[in-house]
């Protein structure tokens, strides 16, 4: 059948993207040539093949109008993160690294996802280039490869730039601060700018220099995880770095709408929002069991690391960033148990984090709450709100299928990762960590994920993609009526 899809212009758009990518990476072939290393020419070479495909196809396709539909949206979303991946593997398979396509593919996705999940086991052996090149893809990733698009180029504001948004946004719903896309772009990105900006110089200020100070920025305000170090921000040792990672985590949780309105001077906003009183509520009480169950362990910390140490972790894994501050797993089976349940909530929608949202939890619940007092007085009229807003029974339905189809994904990356060997829970954990854009590794994983074959490296790369876009904008190129006229 003749499908809907204008594909001429989806590539045509594509094409100019591509082009921009192929700008990205003259950034970290910059960064190798100013420390004198001999890999700057594998950046050349992508940003070269990036720059030939996309120039080629905005070239041949130029007469095609660029006007895109719901349904092009869908397809460009997706198909822009896949695109991004492919040519940003590049220097991964032709630097010193030499990883494989399944490898490369699986690292560059997962930069791009922020999901943080590495391939790498000796990171600090890696070029200062690749390593920039690492944080810069989790820094764009952030807050979206398509939203940074939308603020760069003003035709997609007319063209399609509203499908785009809500295609890659997360949440229930999508907020636009101003009447035009393109201007709501430019707010959140500058937002998101001038916190990595500060973060920068607060590391600066630290013991870091200038080079880790703005790759940690990087991945940390982008929720994403990837370090300079082999043990994380362990190996940093400083708890005064430690402090400020935390503490940009938690910010990195919240929702980036939300953190404009307030730098704007409307903290009314902030009284209204149901979702951050229920973020700041389950670190709080997190915390609290956490403490608890490591008191009891008589840990021998002081007072700074026992208030340190757990912060840093629920901070880790509640905004599915997946830094280190010291490993978990000797914690005993609720601090397991605790950071599983962080992977699978998340934090808040609209912000750079993944997983299933508290948003999405806090609605459920009032929604089961409903029906139990429905039970109570079948004549009363019951509704959901969340953040002062009532939610109609499409978006309850909605949120449910998105929950049973994130489970049901799981389920079915711990059955593909079981039949390669791996243990209930390490399987369990791995699926987890990568389709929530965790990248917090354990028992196998916990040094990298090097250690997954590669057939289940392409799956998990997938899961990664599915988890950012959350689920729908993906799972639906699978429908056959998406391709019918």
Request: one cysteine or more; charged letters at 10%; aromatic letters at 12%.
């Amino acid at each position: 059948m003749n499908s809907n899809l204008r594909f001429a212009r989806v590539f045509r758009v594509c094409g100019w993207l591509l082009l921009l990518e192929a700008l990205f990476l003259l950034l970290p072939m910059c960064v190798s040539l100013a420390y004198g290393e001999d890999d700057w020419w594998t950046f050349l070479a992508a940003a070269v093949s990036a720059g030939a495909v996309g120039g080629g196809a905005a070239y041949f396709l130029r007469g095609c109008p660029s006007r895109l539909n719901r349904l092009d949206a869908f397809l460009l979303t997706t198909m822009v993160w896949v695109l991004f991946s492919g040519f940003g593997m590049i220097p991964f398979m032709a630097g010193s690294l030499g990883a494989d396509a399944a490898g490369a593919f699986f690292e560059t996705m997962s930069g791009f996802t922020t999901t943080g999940a590495t391939v790498i086991a000796d990171v600090e052996s890696q070029t200062r280039g690749l390593l920039f090149w690492r944080s810069l893809i989790q820094w764009i990733g952030g807050l979206g490869i398509v939203l940074f698009i939308l603020a760069v180029l003003p035709a997609l504001n007319r063209d399609g730039g509203i499908s785009m948004f809500n295609a890659e946004m997360t949440g229930i719903s999508h907020d636009k601060l101003h009447p035009r896309i393109r201007q709501t772009a430019k707010s959140l990105w500058e937002v998101y700018g001038v916190l990595t900006a500060v973060l920068a110089l607060l590391l600066w200020l630290g013991p870091m220099d200038f080079f880790d100070s703005v790759c940690q920025s990087m991945t940390t305000m982008s929720t994403g995880g990837f370090s300079t170090r082999n043990d994380s921000i362990a190996g940093f040792g400083s708890r005064y770095v430690a402090a400020a990672v935390t503490l940009f985590m938690l910010v990195g949780g919240v929702n980036f709408t939300l953190i404009y309105n307030m730098s704007r001077g409307d903290f009314s906003s902030l009284r209204r929002n149901t979702v951050v009183k229920v973020y700041a509520g389950t670190v709080a009480a997190i915390y609290a069991v956490l403490a608890v169950s490591l008191a009891f362990q008589g840990n021998e910390w002081d007072w700074t690391d026992f208030l340190l140490r757990p912060m840093f972790l629920i901070a880790s894994a509640i905004t599915t960033t997946g830094f280190s501050y010291g490993g978990f797993e000797a914690w005993g089976p609720v601090a397991l148990t605790l950071v599983f349940v962080m992977m699978l909530t998340g934090a808040c929608a609209g912000s750079t984090t993944g997983a299933v949202k508290l948003d999405r939890f806090t609605a459920l619940a009032r929604h089961a709450r409903n029906e139990v007092m429905l039970g109570l007085y079948p004549n009363r009229m019951m509704h959901v709100d969340v953040n002062g807003r009532m939610l109609n029974e499409g978006q309850m339905s909605r949120i449910s299928a998105f929950i049973v189809l994130y489970l049901a994904l799981i389920l079915a990356g711990t059955l593909v990762l079981a039949a390669c060997g791996f243990s209930f829970t390490d399987s369990l954990f791995a699926t987890t960590s990568c389709i929530g854009n965790n990248g917090l590794g354990y028992g196998a994983t916990g040094g990298s994920f090097s250690v997954i074959p590669s057939g289940a490296k392409w799956m998990l790369s997938a899961l990664m993609l599915v988890g950012r876009l959350e689920l729908f904008t993906v799972i639906a190129l699978f429908i056959p009526s998406f391709w019918k006229k």
